[in-house]
């Protein structure tokens, strides 16, 4: 739990504190950035950044503005479980580029699902929900125990993953085999568009990559929209700045005008509910690592082999960094300083720092922007939402929603 320990091992890869995921992660999730070190990893860092990197949260703004209006339309009048809405917004234009507006009005499709049956027309939707069904598996197979018995939260991930690759494997020979282009991660990946990167990669990377980005964005961009979401509306005089902050973009804006990079960065208060949420509901309690050879760190040798859980959570909470830390303070982050200071962990650090840090910002802001000027809400009430070991709201957090 010490903030400096736990930075130095973040900062040191390089003497022998490398990765070291559970066994049932690195099986179902692959040979991924996770699981790689050295120039590997520095390979396969460079393309995630080509493709999710902050340069290119730039050229992805208009269609995720689009899409979190399609996903946000129909909410006026209904009571909404957020924590289940709020998956649709991490999943949002991980493969695809395109909306049909046809089907704009059949809006409570999920996101995804748009995404997937514009591209891939009449036969899409099937493979969308075989998809959809063989991730969530996947999902919760590379948090289990890694016993390989029939009936096993392990075993269904392990399967899961051959239907996942299966699956992105057909993808990806039809992508080849159609001569339309398409703007959207996948093209990137098959077509090696990024020019300055020289190192090629393979199917196998190709579906690795696709899957690290599934996986990493997911729990960590909705969890942390659901629980802005709980903390504006405890916190009527954050909500009211927050409104005021994106009233003043919409107004100076055409109805239809989606969000720019320049409005982005102008909203410095809702990048601050983001930060204060991301450090109140910690949804990345730590990270993993391990130790190559024999290592003395403060004094203790931790021997080759061992594990050493870099526990950051509680660097959060820390009442010097942080003053009544366990109080929702959005304006802590204005000034900007505690974002760049030493122990600011939440993203990691080192070479591994979060590459999708600035498109899960930028995911959490746009959702707020469209959530906070189109509708207000009230809880339904009664629901609990547990903090720890992980963030999330065990029945549901169902919110009435009206068009303001
Ligand atoms: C907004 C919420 C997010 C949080 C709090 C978060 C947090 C983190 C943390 C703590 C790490 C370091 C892991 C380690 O050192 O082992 C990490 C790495 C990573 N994150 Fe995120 N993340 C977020 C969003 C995203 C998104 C949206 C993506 C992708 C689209 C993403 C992709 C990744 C990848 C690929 C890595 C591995 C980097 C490497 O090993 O070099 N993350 N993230």
Redesign the pocket.
Known sequence: MDPELNRYI?LNEKKGLI?GYPKSMVDILGNN??AVYGPT?KYI?NN?LSL?GTPLVKNLLPKLDEYMRILLSDWDCKTIDIQDKTMEVSLIFTFFDRINHDIKSNVSEMAFLVQFKQIAEAEWSSIYDRFKTEFDKLYVGTISLPIYLPGTNYHHGFKARINVTKILAELMERRRASAATCDDMLEHLLRDVDTSTTYKLNDVEIIDQIV??LY??YE??ST?SMMAVKYLHDHPEALQQLREENFAIRNRKKAEEPLDWDDLKSMKFTRSVVYET?RLAT??NG??RKTTDDITLNGFVIPKGWRIYVYTREINYDPILYPEPFKFNPWRWLDGKLESHNYFL???GG???????E???A??STFLHYFVTTYRWEEVGGEEIVKFPRVEAPNGYHINVKKI
């Open positions: 973040l990765p950035i996770a990893h860092r995630l999710v690290t980005i990493s964005g960590t961009v942390t991301l949804v990345i990270v993993l939440v993203f990691g070479t591994r720092l979060c590459p999708g840090k498109l899960g910002v995911k959490v």
